[in-house]
């Protein structure tokens, strides 16, 4: 194999994990390529895998399209402003979302050229020795690298109780694409998916009903922030059912017909469309060779250890195929910690300080432990919250709902998590991922000065409220 054919670095998968790790170690001097297989509706190569194709991007594009078109049908009157014959057009909302989805992917492939990384493209399959088999449309070619690193992504779970038909019965990146609203929709999953996808629909005018087999709602984030997210949605028109078992699903005269079971009672529903959002999983099949023996953990996913280091040496695996949250920041930080150390730079990555977000309105987000954690785990605590609804910005701004919550350490007053919903939450939590990676106490936040007036200053505010301090509210001492 000639030396053009010989990588240091080969990364397969270009998605948040792999394109960022292909970045860095070419900075850090190494010689890399990236080998994926995404292609856009034209058949061309397109980068970013499916969080810039088919996932984060375009979702937050519709989402900021249709939370527009609902503030001018309800909010912008009380600001003064006033519309007659107020129409949307999806066609439009569609184009705008391509076109940023086509100006990111496109960037990525200037990011490559710019570092000197190979943008490899086909399906990459790997083979003892560290060599990398990639199928082609015209055929196969062969690579070697002295390291391999697996970003190869995850793919929506399917349910065999509600098989895919097209447009009728989608996943997430079917339901991206609808190209007019349905009059009744039906979600499967009030996880992060299923309420982004489901808010995007109901703010145009469809009537959502979300089905959720769990009975708590979204049992990961904190208790109290959850029941006010979700006295939100329904206040909104949000539908969602809890503590429902979707037992089949079949497309009937252009319907799709839902048979579903609630507390042991069985149920029928008819939709007009239907998402599946049950959680995605990891893409391992047929990417390497069975003597490549590579170890699975009881999840599907790749066993790897702090370093994201799997069994066989040499080979890394990084993103949605690893353990920890299925979240793009996490796996461009293993990305780049990965990169590191492969130049022989090691660091590791903090992951009980990852964020996580649903960028529903109001957004929700949250960092650390959450109440019922702390007291499973039976530490002390103290709790302070405070309520947008008595922020001056967020009164001007319009938008009330929700609150920012700190936990903190009972005795050493450290900031153990912070959750938020509410106006703009996704910046907010930034804060707190700062503060507490610094070994903040609620002490030090309250002791800052933030800008007046300012979302931030609920974050202030909440911080003087773990020890009765707030100024802006009666605030009541929660010691557990």
Not at 188 to 198: D, F, N, P, R, Y
Not at 202 to 224: H, K, P, S, T, Y
Not at 384 to 404: C, E, I, L, Q
């Amino acid at each position: 194999m000639s030396d053009n054919n010989h990588y240091e670095v080969v990364v397969i998968g270009a998605g948040p994990a792999g394109y960022v790790a292909a970045i860095r170690c070419a900075q850090l001097g190494l010689k890399t390529a990236c080998v994926d297989a995404w292609e856009d509706e034209s058949g061309a190569a397109s980068l970013g895998g499916t969080c810039l194709n088919v996932g984060c991007i375009p979702s937050k594009a519709l989402l900021e399209s249709s939370e527009k078109y609902e503030q001018s049908l309800h909010e912008f009157k009380d600001h003064g402003i006033s519309f007659s014959g107020i129409e949307f057009d999806v066609g439009t909302m569609q184009a705008r979302k391509n076109k940023i989805v086509k100006e990111l992917t496109g960037g990525i492939k200037q990011l490559f050229k710019a570092n000197k990384v190979s943008h490899l493209f086909g399906r990459a399959f790997i083979k003892p020795e560290h060599k990398i088999e990639i199928t082609q449309a015209d055929g196969k070619t062969s690579i070697s690298a002295d390291n391999i690193i697996i970003a190869s992504g995850s793919s929506a779970v399917e349910m065999g109780c509600a098989p895919l038909v097209a447009d009728k019965i989608v996943d997430s990146s079917g339901a991206l694409a609808f190209d007019s609203v349905p009059q009744k929709l039906g979600v499967i999953g009030a996880g992060v998916i299923g309420l982004e996808l489901g808010s995007v629909w109901r703010r145009l005018g469809a009537e959502v009903i979300v089905l959720e087999a769990q009975e708590n709602f979204l049992a990961m984030a904190d208790v109290q922030i959850a029941k006010d997210a979700q006295r939100q949605f329904k206040k909104q028109g949000l539908d969602i059912r809890l503590n429902t078992r979707l037992v089949a699903a079949e497309v009937q005269d252009e319907k799709v017909e839902l048979h579903y079971k609630q507390a042991d009672q069985e149920h029928a529903l008819t939709v007009d469309k239907l998402i599946v959002a049950v959680g995605r999983t990891p893409n391992v099949e047929k990417l390497w060779d069975d003597s490549v023996e590579l170890l699975l953990d009881e999840g599907g996913f790749i066993n790897v250890n702090d370093q994201c280091e799997t069994n066989v040496p040499g080979i890394y695996a990084i993103g949605d195929v690893v353990r920890g949250p299925m979240l793009a920041h996490k796996g461009s930080e293993e990305g780049i910690m990965v990169a590191e150390g492969i130049a022989g730079h090691p660091h590791q990555i903090n992951y009980d300080l990852i964020p996580s977000v649903i960028y529903t309105h109001p957004e929700i987000a949250w960092v650390g432990k959450t109440e019922q954690e702390l007291k499973a785990s039976g530490i002390g605590y103290n709790a302070g919250a405070f309520p947008f609804a008595a922020s001056g910005r967020a009164k001007a701004m319009g938008n009330t709902a929700g609150m920012v919550k700190i936990l903190a350490d009972a005795e050493t007053d450290r900031v153990l998590g912070v959750h938020i919903v509410g106006p703009q939450a996704s910046e907010l939590i930034a804060q707190a991922v700062i503060s507490m990676e610094l070994a903040a106490s609620s002490e030090d936040l309250a002791m800052m000065v933030f800008a007046h007036p300012s979302l931030s200053e609920a974050v202030h505010e909440a911080a003087l409220a773990v020890s009765d301090q707030a100024i802006h509210m009666v605030n009541r001492k929660r010691k557990q």
